[in-house]
T-cell receptor
């Protein structure tokens, strides 16, 4: 079954500490993985996607096919990183399953000053 | 207005009412989506339209009826809802079937629905 698991509902770290938001997935094939973020009073928006292999706002995420994970990391947390983070997957971009998007349950990240 | 807009932002309805949610995207995208977000469950994909054709229906009860008259507009018609249908309903759009980034979702602000 296709599934995205975010084991932590809430993650609280101090400003300046490293952050790792965990995401594991189950998918038969080669999915595309995403991280979406929702800041307070803002709409849900894309943070990054694995095929871009880029760093956004200091965050990176590496797709580990062996462990079926796509953890989100940042070496030094900032207060403005406090938000709700969702991991998501879909089929490959040009496939029919590209529109079948599955979201994890989300992790609320709280950065303490 | 730019991006994805949704109206109304808040809706309270009785179980016997009929109402509609509206979504409009100004991004030139070819695909539109309805999601349900509630405290109990993660973001659930309900319907997907690509080039105005429904391509995905995730076993949604028939009391929810989508309509996509053109690539810029998406509706969700509601009738005889249940209290457990109370949730935030999010609309999203994506580029569609051409080129890379086709399934990056651009979300609207949502409609907060309360069923009494």
């Amino acid at each position: 079954a296709q599934r995205v698991t975010q084991p932590e509902k809430l993650l609280s770290v101090f400003k300046g500490a490293p952050v790792e938001l965990k995401c594991n997935y189950s998918y038969s094939g080669s999915p595309e993985l995403f991280w979406y973020v929702q800041y307070s009073r803002q709409r849900l928006q894309l943070l990054l996607r694995h095929i871009s292999r880029e760093s956004i706002k200091g965050f990176t995420a590496d797709l580990n096919k062996g462990e079926t994970s796509f953890h989100l990391k940042k070496p030094f947390a900032q207060e403005e990183d406090s938000a709700m983070y969702y991991c998501a997957l879909s089929g490959p971009p040009t496939s029919e399953s590209a529109s079948k998007i599955i979201f994890g349950s989300g992790t609320r990240l709280s950065i303490r000053p | 207005e730019t991006g994805v807009t949704q109206t109304p932002r808040h809706l309270v309805m009785g179980m016997t009412n009929k109402k509609s949610l509206k979504c409009e995207q100004h991004l030139g995208h070819n695909a539109m989506y309805w999601y349900k977000q509630s405290a109990k469950k993660p973001l659930e994909l309900m319907f997907v339209y690509s080039l105005e054709e429904r391509v995905e229906n995730n076993s949604v009860p028939s009391r929810f009826s989508p309509e996509c008259p053109n690539s810029s507009h998406l509706f969700l018609h509601l009738h005889t809802l249940q209290p457990e249908d109370s949730a935030l309903y999010l609309c999203a759009s994506s580029q569609g079937t051409s080129g890379g980034g086709i399934n990056e979702q651009f979300f609207g602000p949502g409609t907060r629905l309360t069923v009494l």
